[in-house]
């Protein structure tokens, strides 16, 4: 059985949607993250070009990979 990628995305919560608790703010990410498949990127709500990522930066610390270049790779976002 071939090993998967993980698929690392933000979530932006906001507005009419936003729940009350951080919890149900969390739900409601998840819940978009899974209508949007098979076609996350088009669900994508932010779409820039330089960026700092955050992420990347988590992965280089954890040790898990090394490539500098992980800093400048953008992340879906996902919005509700």
Do not use: Y
Request: glycine share 6%; charged share 15%.
């Amino acid at each position: 059985m071939p090993m998967l990628a993980p698929r690392f995305w933000e979530a932006f919560v906001s507005g009419a949607s936003k729940g009350h608790r951080h919890d149900r703010d969390a739900q409601l990410a998840v819940d978009a993250f899974q209508s949007a498949i098979p076609n996350i990127d088009a669900a994508n709500k932010i779409h820039e070009l330089s960026v700092f990522s955050l992420i990347g930066a988590a992965i280089i610390r954890s040790g898990w990979l090394q490539d500098a270049q992980l800093l400048s790779v953008p992340c879906v976002v996902i919005g509700t």
